[in-house]
Nanobody, 125 residues
Framework: QVQLVESGGGLVQAGGSLRLSCAAS????????MGWFRQAPGKEREFVAA????????SYADSVKGRFTISRDNGKNTVYLEMNSLKPEDTAVYYC??????????????????WGQGTQVTVSS
């Protein structure tokens, strides 16, 4: 059973930066694509970024492209989300998710089977 634990959320002023981390248990981390999603109050959960097993392929939502960077350290079983130039509309609970092990490339949205509990990011104006 994979367990994902996010950390690094908090309160930041607009224009500021945060770095989220997601630590994974188990032996499948390095075999799996990973993703970050977010859910704002009253809104549906939305895709933020994804990264392939090796870290060579990444994808971003248009709303965060150029401001956020996803990366991973397979030796530490951890995926990161570096968030810069934060905006109030980035306020949400951020979740990391793990795709199925053994697949190359990026997981499709519906393929993420394991989820963390989320970490709150609040951006004040």
């Amino acid at each position: 059973q994979v367990q994902l634990v996010e950390s690094g959320g908090g309160l930041v002023q607009a224009g500021g930066s945060l770095r989220l981390s997601c630590a994974a248990s188990g032996r499948t981390f390095s075999l799996s694509g990973m993703g970050w999603f977010r859910q704002a109050p009253g809104k549906e959960r939305e895709f933020v970024a994804a990264i392939s097993q090796s870290g060579t392929i990444t994808s971003y939502a248009d709303s965060v492209k150029g401001r956020f960077t996803i990366s991973r350290d397979n030796g530490k079983n951890t995926v990161y989300l570096e968030m810069n130039s934060l905006k109030p509309e980035d306020t949400a609970v951020y979740y990391c998710a793990q795709g199925p092990p053994g697949r190359t490339g990026l997981p499709a949205g519906g393929d993420f089977g394991s989820w963390g509990q989320g970490t709150q990011v609040t951006v004040s104006s």
